[in-house]
């Protein structure tokens, strides 16, 4: 009898591991209040000039106006958003700008910057939405070179996760060699 609770008191840490590691590698790839989707969407046509950009993040955002913004701009470069972005206090996952109304037809591409209320870490990014038409070969190109994050963003974090990630797997690894080493242990007690 003593075997057995032995063998469950061993096993019980190796079981939290090995369902914690995976938990924590998917929160460390979530972390930062990283783009999710937004409306309109990413290279999406809209038949009508939309009255306003909304944005989803992975993370909660700090709700300060220096360190979150949205700015949307026609194919001259002008701004055409109102410059009043806001994080919606219901859910800080959320922000949006208002456009000025009756956009003509065309590309407008929308910039923007948060940091996450979680970890304070910085994302930002650029995509494009058309008005009335879809886009020409042209305009198609030119999406492909914006980025919803940037990639020196991405590098920095990816550096700074892989070093997490690998201390996870060597507290599972470690926890798996001690439990190992504790049921050979409880094998030779009951040979004896």
Known sequence: MRTTIGRRTLCAPVLVAALLAPLLALAVA????????????????????????????????????????????DASSARVDNDDTTVDDADRKHFSVGLKPNLPAGRYVVSFKNVSDEDGEADNGQFAFYVGAGPTAAQTA????LKITAKTDE??????HTGLIVAIIIIVVAVIVVA?????????????
Do not use: C, W
């Open 30 to 73: 979530a972390a930062h209040a990283r783009y999710d989707h937004s409306t309109p969407k990413q290279g999406e046509v809209v038949a009508t000039s939309p009255a306003r950009v909304d944005i989803f993040t992975a993370q909660e955002m700090k709700k300060e106006q220096a360190t979150t913004a949205i700015t949307v701009a």
């Open 142 to 145: 030119l999406d492909a070179t």
């Open 155 to 160: 590098v920095k974090h990816s550096n700074s």
């Open 180 to 192: 190992g080493g504790g049921f050979t242990l409880l094998r030779r007690r009951r040979r004896i």
